[in-house]
């Protein structure tokens, strides 16, 4: 398998695509790792706010969405962030040198587009054992067509 460049997945751009690199896919299973690093965007004193795991797991959802696409010859589509439930985190703020790794596992997709992933922050220490940072149920919705759907939301 040829692994995809992560930000051929998402459709964010720029300083917004935070995810670093792609891990592993499958039809119902994403890995993603973030390096905070100097340049990462929400850095504030050495670390990024443990808030921001709300949105890496977003934009691994969105990237799971983006490789089921491709899998099926797709273009990657557009999708919405619902809400989270149950986001728990270890830790207050993710230190400045941490890797991260982003598991999202698809546990309901409705043909409406509406979708529910449960999902996992973990970091790999030095002695390689792996500490569980944060865990969220992430619910998310793609439409058919994104054009319609705003047109008809604004309305």
Same mark, same amino acid.
């Given at each position: 398998?040829?692994?995809?460049? &992560?930000?051929?997945?998402?459709?964010?751009?720029?300083?917004?695509?935070?995810?670093?690199?792609?891990?592993?896919?499958? $039809?119902?299973?994403?890995?993603?790792?973030?390096?905070?690093?100097?340049?990462?965007?929400?850095?504030?004193?050495?670390?990024?706010?443990?808030?921001?795991?709300?949105?890496?797991?977003?934009?691994?959802?969105?990237?799971?969405?983006?490789?089921?696409?491709?899998?099926?010859? $797709?273009?990657?589509?557009?999708?919405?962030?619902?809400?989270?439930?149950?986001?728990?985190?270890?830790?207050?703020?993710?230190?400045?040198?941490?890797?991260?790794?982003?598991?999202?596992?698809?546990?309901?997709?409705?043909?409406?587009?509406?979708?529910?992933?449960?999902?996992?922050?973990?970091?790999?220490?030095?002695?390689?054992?792996?500490?569980?940072?944060?865990?969220?149920? &992430?619910?998310?919705?793609?439409?058919?067509?994104?054009?319609?759907?705003?047109?008809?939301?604004?309305?």
């Amino acid at each position: 398998m040829t692994v995809p460049d &992560i930000h051929s997945l998402v459709p964010h751009s720029g300083a917004m695509s935070l995810l670093g690199s792609f891990v592993s896919a499958d $039809e119902e299973n994403l890995t993603a790792e973030v390096r905070i690093g100097p340049d990462t965007m929400f850095l504030a004193k050495g670390v990024v706010g443990a808030w921001v795991g709300v949105e890496y797991m977003a934009q691994a959802v969105a990237a799971h969405a983006g490789y089921v696409a491709t899998q099926r010859g $797709e273009p990657v589509r557009v999708g919405f962030l619902l809400g989270t439930r149950r986001y728990a985190c270890a830790v207050p703020a993710f230190a400045l040198g941490s890797v991260l790794t982003i598991h999202v596992h698809r546990a309901l997709q409705g043909d409406n587009g509406l979708g529910a992933f449960d999902c996992c922050i973990q970091e790999v220490s030095e002695d390689g054992s792996v500490k569980e940072l944060a865990t969220a149920t &992430i619910t998310v919705f793609q439409p058919d067509n994104v054009e319609e759907f705003l047109q008809r939301s604004s309305e």
